[in-house]
């Protein structure tokens, strides 16, 4: 594309000159009324909500967490907030009773949300590496296995003919789990759930197991098991509240968080809620320095329904999110004992930048960030919202704490202090996010991490494949991104209200165009399963297409699809290199005027 030149008059005029100032008059406030907000979180409050959000257990549609939703409602009610609370249909798995017995030996055991409920099953186990599964017949006998509980290993063990699941967990105590992949309420009739009953033990009983097991007459030995595990659709409630922005308040930061628990769920997700009524209390007091709305979304069905809440809150409000969402901020299990490091936090490309300030704010640990991963209320994706965080916090082995998603999950598991500095990094990004006049989101990175992933998988197609195409897209956005930001820069400081406007719409289209590419396999308007997959993963075929044989029936049905998935991209791309062109022009024809009356 031809280079863009900055617009002609900025320097040296006087209308640039007060322009200029009244924008820097109007920084410097924003940057004070950060301060000033930061400096009102309050550790008091904090653990007043966190304990009671966390004085009862909250199973999903259960009478106890809806007694946490009104005391969230009448909270946010309390800062002068008009909270909504809504009841739809979801799937949610209930685990009951476990029993294990082996030999004569009985067990501790639980079972799992969404595992297949059996009445007593007398059958002989086998102990398995997860890594050997494929190596293995059960032929109806149940397996042992190393790990939490998890579709992935569950689908690869009823594959080979397991009729029960039994999963040693690494502590002394057992972990909750769901065990499907289904994201959210199934939408089809081939949607997959477990159908042989899973368990799980804590590691020492496992280790008895596994010597019962050596010990067996050639090496078989019988075990009773019994789950009673209640699944179906119930309504679950979901609570959404918005704080008002100024000068686009159609416009809004979605930010997140379940209130279901894993027994009290002081930690998850106990302290989240705390630092989202927290952090809501006090922007709601700062309100007129936000430009955009904050929308606070309180899920259920997280733990028990596999993100049952964001996923219908995506389904329900499609276009709304699409038309007028900027940015989805999620909360996990923070503020704990011993969780001090903040730098691996999650973040997409092109939100690293907004992380690494808000940490910045507050900590001096260097942020880095790490990519998402298929978990989490990260139900957006398809709808083109850019992601910050979903944790936060850590444990120096990069975990949420040995208590995560056990009965030990109780209050005495919070750090005051540290739920105070999670606080004060969330009302930070919210904050900056809401209220800067350009939204914070650099697409450039964006695009850099598309080139990065596209280009590997041209370089592992090789000849069976031709990416030239789209790799020569990526470079044209490239260019014509980088040219947009450019753009923006020349004219500011003093960007007036209009080209403001147009330089925002462009930035939240190209969202709605990079995000599915970089994350989205399937279609934008469902969710992709609850499994690991890598960035691109429409794209991700191409490693399988390398290791297949050329002219096998594996090979071309591989590169069909890859074909049909690159005239996708091909044609995402260019209506990328469209939008970004087309707002140039916009955003030169918006200030204009003030520049030829200048020059």
Request: overall charge negative.
């Amino acid at each position: 594309m031809t280079e863009r030149k900055p617009p002609i008059g900025k320097a040296g005029t006087g209308y640039w000159t007060e322009r200029e100032r009244e924008t820097e008059q109007a920084e410097r406030a924003r940057q004070a009324a950060l301060e000033t907000i930061l400096g009102s979180i309050d550790a008091g409050c904090l653990t007043v909500y966190n304990e009671n959000v966390a004085k009862e257990i909250r199973l999903s549609g259960s009478a106890e967490e809806l007694r946490a939703f009104e005391y969230i409602r009448d909270t946010l009610e309390g800062f002068g907030l008009e909270p909504k609370l809504e009841f739809h249909d979801a799937f949610i798995s209930l685990p009951g009773h476990a029993e294990l017995i082996v030999g004569s030996v009985a067990y501790d055991a639980i079972t799992h949300a969404m595992s297949a409920s059996t009445a007593r099953l007398d059958v002989p186990l086998q102990y398995v590496d997860a890594q050997a599964i494929g190596d293995h017949e059960f032929n109806g006998g149940a397996a042992v296995v190393h790990g939490l509980a998890n579709w992935t290993v569950l689908d690869r063990l009823q594959q080979q003919g397991a009729s029960a699941a039994i999963f040693i967990n690494n502590g002394t105590y057992t972990h909750e789990m769901i065990v499907s992949a289904v994201w959210g309420n199934p939408a089809s009739l081939e949607d997959r759930y477990p159908v042989i009953p899973v368990l799980s033990v804590n590691r020492t009983d496992g280790e008895r197991i596994k010597a019962q097991l050596e010990s067996g007459n050639d090496g078989i030995v019988h075990a009773v098991i019994q789950t009673e595990v209640t699944t179906g659709w119930l309504p679950i409630p979901t609570l959404t509240a918005e704080i008002r922005g100024q000068a686009e308040p159609e416009q809004f930061i979605l930010f997140s968080g379940h209130v279901d628990s894993w027994h009290y769920g002081a930690m998850d997700n106990g302290s989240a809620n705390a630092v989202m009524l927290e952090t809501a209390r006090v922007l709601s007091l700062y309100r007129e320095r936000l430009r955009r709305s904050v929308r606070l979304a309180f899920w259920s069905g997280h733990s028990h329904g596999r993100y049952a809440g964001s996923a219908l809150y995506s389904d329900l409000h499609w276009e709304e999110l699409y038309e007028n969402g900027v940015l989805h901020v999620n909360i996990d299990s923070v503020g704990a004992v011993g969780a001090v490091s903040l730098g691996a936090a999650n973040t997409m490309a092109e939100t690293r930048s907004l992380c690494a300030d808000a940490v910045r704010v507050v900590t001096d640990e260097p942020f880095r960030g790490s990519p998402f991963g298929r978990a989490g209320d990260q139900s957006f994706w398809g709808v083109g919202l850019p992601s910050v965080f979903m944790g936060l916090s850590y444990q120096p082995d990069g975990w949420f704490g040995w208590w995560w998603h056990t009965t030990e999950d109780t209050l005495d598991k919070l750090a005051p202090a540290h739920l105070v500095r999670d606080c004060k990094v969330y009302a930070a990004a919210i904050y900056h996010a809401a209220s800067a006049p350009i939204v914070p989101i650099d697409q450039r990175e964006a695009v850099h991490a598309l080139q990065d992933r596209v280009n590997a998988y041209a370089k592992l197609a090789g000849e069976h494949l031709d990416f030239g195409r789209i790799e020569l897209r990526l470079r044209q956005l490239d260019q014509t991104v980088d040219a947009f930001y450019r753009l923006v820069a020349s004219v500011s400081p003093g960007l007036s209200e209009p080209g403001l406007r147009v330089a925002n719409r462009v930035v939240l289209g190209l969202s709605r165009i990079l995000v599915p590419l970089n994350y989205v396999r399937g279609s934008v308007y469902g969710h992709d399963p609850a499994i690991s997959q890598p960035l691109v993963p429409a794209l991700a075929d191409a490693e399988l297409l390398a290791a297949s044989t050329p002219g096998s029936d594996v090979y071309y049905r591989l590169r069909t699809g890859l074909v049909r998935e690159m005239n996708r991209f091909g044609h995402e791309l260019k209506r990328a290199e469209h939008l970004v062109a087309a707002g140039m022009d916009e955003l030169e024809k918006a200030e204009a005027p003030a520049h030829v009356g200048n020059h």
